[in-house]
């Protein structure tokens, strides 16, 4: 017989969530979901009682409102944390408020065309319309963050959360190749 154990979720040492703890044969699946401050993009921990590993990024949901993530690990991936205690949603990117405007930002209207990757032209095909930005050699992709569905769910870890002309966006950076660009080169690039 299967038993779910409840586990308290943490964000900023304040119980905010739930994580379920759900054993299947050799394996456990893991699932969180907790609320969203919208302070930024989240990846959850899990704790042991010998120690701890990184279980991802959580996945905004129902309108942005909460978070989420689901997984299943192996009983050799947890075993080095021993008997599961507790979990923890850490700030792996913080928003950046400052307001930008729309200057050098032109509308496109079919974004998956900038796409080569099947997967990512899929993604940027559920999106009506994007914004997109050329800097030094990199082309910066600007979705409405507000919609029902993170946009280029695939790319979620390369996303940053700009507010531009008063409205949340994710943007992406990407190279000539449509590589997605790093943060650090991206900070460089968009500096120049």
């Given at each position: ?24 044969g ?46 299943v ?20 990117y913080?928003?950046?408020w400052e ?16 796409f080569?990757?099947?997967?990512l ?33 695939p ?6 959360v ?6 949340l ?24």
């Amino acid at each position: 017989m299967t038993q779910r154990a409840g586990k308290p979720f943490y964000k900023d040492g304040i119980c905010k969530g739930t994580l379920m703890v759900t054993p299947l044969g050799g394996r456990t699946e893991i699932s969180v979901v907790c609320k969203n401050d919208k302070a930024g993009v989240y990846k959850g921990m899990l704790h042991g009682t010998k120690g701890s590993i990184s279980l991802g990024h959580l996945l905004p949901q129902e309108q942005n409102e909460r978070l989420e993530l689901r997984l299943v690990l192996s009983r050799a991936q947890l075993e080095p944390i021993g008997t599961i205690a507790w979990g923890e949603a850490l700030l792996s990117y913080g928003m950046t408020w400052e307001q930008d405007s729309f200057s050098g930002w032109e509308v496109e209207s079919v974004p998956e065309r900038i796409f080569r990757d099947p997967v990512l032209v899929k993604a940027a095909r559920a999106q009506k319309q994007a914004w997109i930005q050329k800097k030094n050699g990199i082309l910066f992709l600007a979705f409405p963050f507000w919609q029902k569905e993170f946009p280029l769910l695939p790319l979620f870890c390369f996303a940053e959360v700009k507010k531009l002309n008063k409205k949340l966006y994710a943007v992406f950076a990407f190279d000539q190749e449509g590589m997605p660009v790093l943060e650090e080169h991206r900070t460089r690039a968009d500096e120049k």
